[in-house]
């Protein structure tokens, strides 16, 4: 459980902060099927209300907000990679030192 799971967490946390990276730039790759059927009904509501000549100001908001959600998703993931990446590191430690202390007797 050693430093190859370590190594793993490193590479998701990398990834996800990719997506959090993307979410921010307004990119769509990221998101789930649901958010991305979300945006798609919100974005189509807007062109419906440009063509009937009305404000698009609830579709943009509703867009918004699920952008903000995505991001809020995307936060949360990488918090809980970065403790389970400090939760492996603190227990490798406590090995190593448990194999020090035994290892001289």
Same mark, same amino acid.
């Given at each position: 459980m050693g430093?190859?799971?370590?190594?793993?967490?490193?590479r998701e946390i990398d990834k996800t902060v990719k997506k959090l990276e993307a979410v921010r730039r307004g990119e769509w790759w990221p998101l789930t099927s649901r958010e991305r059927l979300a945006m798609t %009904?919100?974005? !189509?509501k807007g062109a419906r209300s440009v063509h009937k000549g009305r404000s698009t100001a609830g579709a943009e908001d509703r867009m918004d907000s699920i952008g903000s959600a995505v991001e809020t %998703?995307?936060? !949360?993931?990488?918090t809980a990679?970065?403790?389970?990446?400090?939760?492996?590191i603190t227990e490798a430690a406590r090995a190593k030192a448990a194999k020090k202390s035994s290892g001289w007797w």
């Open positions: 430093n190859s799971e370590i190594r793993r967490l490193d %009904r919100a974005m !189509a %998703r995307l936060i !949360a993931e990488l990679l970065h403790g389970e990446r400090q939760r492996l």
